[in-house]
């Protein structure tokens, strides 16, 4: 069983940084994923960023790149976002995901366990 803890989230000026983190127990293949989605009031979740398990691949989605980075702590065994030039339209809450398959991780039905979220706002 996998269990994901994210924490990180807050309220911050446009152009300031957070780092979210989320903590994964349980184990699965190098090859499988983590991600990042995040869900805004009435739209759809979107893919942020994601990485293996092993750590050697990560892919960031195009309105993010440049401004966010995903990265894995082995010794840790926490996911972390680095969020940097934030944005009011980033402001929306959340999740982290484990156990994707790697040909899908930009789909949400590709990942088999979820955090609970965290809140992230991004207004002056």
């Known amino acids: 069983q996998v269990q994901l803890v994210e924490s990180g989230g807050g309220l911050v000026q446009p152009g300031g940084s957070l780092r979210l983190s989320c903590a994964v127990s349980?184990?699965?293949?190098?090859?499988?994923?983590v991600a990042w989605f995040r869900q805004a009031p009435g739209k759809e979740r979107e893919f942020v960023a994601t990485?293996?398990?092993?750590?050697?691949?990560?892919y960031v989605e195009d309105s993010v790149k440049g401004r966010f980075t995903i990265s894995r702590d082995t010794a840790k065994n926490t996911v972390a976002l680095q969020m940097n030039n934030l944005k009011p339209e980033d402001t929306a809450v959340y999740y982290c995901?484990?156990?994707?398959?790697?040909?899908?991780?930009?789909?949400?039905?590709?990942?088999?366990?979820w955090g609970q979220g965290t809140q992230v706002t991004v207004s002056s």
């Open positions: 349980g184990r699965f293949f190098d090859s499988r994923r």
């Open positions: 990485v293996n398990w092993s750590g050697d691949s990560t």
């Open positions: 995901a484990a156990d994707g398959r790697d040909g899908f991780y930009s789909r949400p039905s590709a990942y088999a366990y």
